[in-house]
């Protein structure tokens, strides 16, 4: 255990000193689930650090943002092949603080030269993505870090400006609820009319009236109703919906 | 005339030169207005260059982001004191072009050597605005540049990924259209239902029932209606209506 965790700090070390990457721009993600009917964002902590930070990382300067993300998100998450949607940049002068970046680093026991690239000012890319939280099974990668979901008004102390990415990103993430929903594999293929009203009430953090919502939900059309399947019981099974093909 | 193009461009020589940027990063801004009841986008152009380009800039390393959207903007167009937004920021490898960027000084006599800064990948944030073309009265800054405004469908060549930098910025525009308009200074502050469905169906390239868009506008709970001044005439004149505060 010990092994692994300084030979993972020889990695990244290594990864920082030798990669080419793009100066001063990061990215960073807001990954959002529902648990206990609560929108939730995923937040990891490096041991001995007392702030709590969005998974991000850099960009090669061989690959697109998009890429990068994708990458950057797997390689902090195991998270893969989801529906990650970029939705702000972030690029105050001082939105980085370079205290903090050399305590993230020493936490690692990690140390760089004050005129590292490291210690320069960032612009973060922040993407986005509503997931199923229990397909993560392993997360995260590295050993003396740990992830854990939190409540939005909830949050732990957040490093540099994380706190107004993870709002900005539920902004989006509740702008754009339709289109996030269908791609979140948050419902089965199949679904009722209250399953989907339970998702779209986490995400909102609101309830609403039951005719109400399957009647807007319905004039939006991107459902589709399937046939009931007569059983031979009495026919009160509810209607089943999937959703068209929205993305 | 000559003198002052010379002095033009070598005052953007010595900016280049000495002013301190962010490497890697750039803004772009597409302006979009309202004329002939069609959306159209301001593009500039360098004489004796053949590619058009969105306004666009480079971000200083003592700037906010959107502070230098809001600079970059004034100095390419006079603009000033407009809604202007973040809408996506575009990171493909290879979005800019070594020949062309060349080319775009070589057409201010300007030349830097290979190694240059402004030679190397560039990320972009795009920014968006809705004006009203008329309130344009001056621009752009520089002598041999030109400023026109294109139809999204009829647009002359432009330079590296702008085509798809114009289409997500008007894509954000009409998805966004209501905060838009209201910001714009598209209409007088008391306008009637016509007026504001001309400008919708211009920006939104689509025509509607006088009926339906009435009912969904004032559903939506954004308008508020001004009482009708008894004139002594017959009560013929439309009600009015202005913007609650959207932004």
């Known amino acids: 255990m010990i092994n692994d965790e300084i030979s993972d700090n020889m990695r990244l070390h290594g990864v920082l000193t030798k990669e080419k990457y793009v100066k001063h721009l990061s990215v960073d993600c807001t990954i959002f689930s529902v648990q206990d009917a609560r929108l939730k964002v995923l937040l990891l902590n490096w041991q001995d650090v007392e702030y709590w930070s969005l998974p991000g990382g850099f960009v090669k300067e061989d690959e697109d943002l998009d890429e990068a993300a994708r990458r950057i998100l797997y390689e902090r998450t195991y998270l893969d092949n989801i529906f990650l ?65 939190f409540d939005l008004d909830k949050l732990p102390k957040l490093a540099f400006d994380h706190k107004e990415i993870v709002k900005k990103g539920s902004e989006y993430i509740r702008k754009n609820i339709d289109t996030q929903i269908a791609a979140s594999n948050l419902l089965p293929e199949k679904f009722t009319m209250n399953e989907l009203q339970s998702v779209y009430e986490a995400v909102l953090g609101e309830n609403f009236r039951r005719n109400n919502f399957q009647r807007k939900i ?7 109703r399937l046939e009931k399947l007569y059983d ?10 999937r959703f068209r093909d929205v993305r």
Not at 218 to 224: G, I, P, S, V, W
Not at 232 to 241: R, V
Request: hydrophobic share 35%.
């Open 85 to 149: 949607e970029q939705f702000h940049t972030f690029g105050k002068v001082d939105r980085t603080s370079l205290k903090l970046s050399k305590d993230f680093l020493k936490a690692r026991n990690l140390t760089f030269p004050d005129d590292h690239w490291l210690f320069e000012r960032f612009i973060s890319a922040g993407y986005c993505s509503l997931v199923d939280y229990t397909q993560i099974s392993v997360f995260p990668r590295y050993n003396n870090e740990s992830g854990k979901w």
């Open 218 to 224: 319905l004039a939006m059309n991107f459902l589709e």
């Open 232 to 241: 031979g019981s009495a026919n009160k099974a509810p209607y089943l919906y």
